[in-house]
C-alpha cells in the first residue's frame, strides 16, 4: 500500500493548483495525513496537516492563509489547495500517513509516504 501525490504541475507566480493524495486504506479515516515539501539541497519541511477527522488543520507559518488543507473520508483522499503561488514554493510535494495525532509537523511521525509531485513556479 502506498500514498500517490498528483496534480503538480508548472505554474505562474499568483496562480493556483491543487494537489491531491489517494491513499487506499481500508482504515483511511483513522489517520491524520501530512504535506511535506522539499527542495534539492534542502532538508525535507513540513507544509500542512489535518487530522483524522478532517475538523483541525496545521500549517507552516510561510503558507497560511495561502494554502489550504482538506480530507474526504469517503473518497479517501486528501487535498492540498495552493493559492497565491511563489516561486519559493517550487518543491516536490509528498503527503504521507501517520498513526499519531499529535506531533503533526514533524516528519519522523509519518511511517507511510507517497512518491511526490513536483511543482514549479515561476517568476
Known amino acids: 500500500v502506498q500514498l500517490q501525490a498528483s496534480g503538480g504541475g508548472l505554474v505562474q507566480a499568483g496562480g493556483s493548483l491543487t494537489l491531491s493524495c489517494s491513499a487506499p486504506l481500508r482504515t483511511f479515516s483513522s489517520y491524520p495525513i501530512g504535506w511535506f515539501r522539499r527542495t534539492p539541497g534542502k532538508e525535507r519541511e513540513f507544509v500542512a496537516a489535518i487530522d483524522k477527522s478532517g475538523r483541525s488543520t496545521f500549517y507552516q507559518d510561510s503558507v497560511k492563509g495561502r494554502f489550504t488543507v482538506s480530507k474526504d473520508n469517503a473518497k479517501k483522499e486528501v487535498y492540498l489547495q495552493m493559492n497565491s503561488l511563489k516561486p519559493e514554493d517550487t518543491a516536490t510535494y509528498y503527503c504521507?500517513?501517520?498513526?499519531?495525532?499529535?506531533?503533526?509537523?514533524?516528519?519522523?511521525?509519518?511511517?507511510?509516504w507517497g512518491q511526490g509531485t513536483q511543482v514549479t513556479v515561476s517568476s
Open positions: 504521507a500517513r501517520t498513526r499519531s495525532s499529535t506531533s503533526l509537523r514533524e516528519a519522523r511521525v509519518y511511517d507511510l
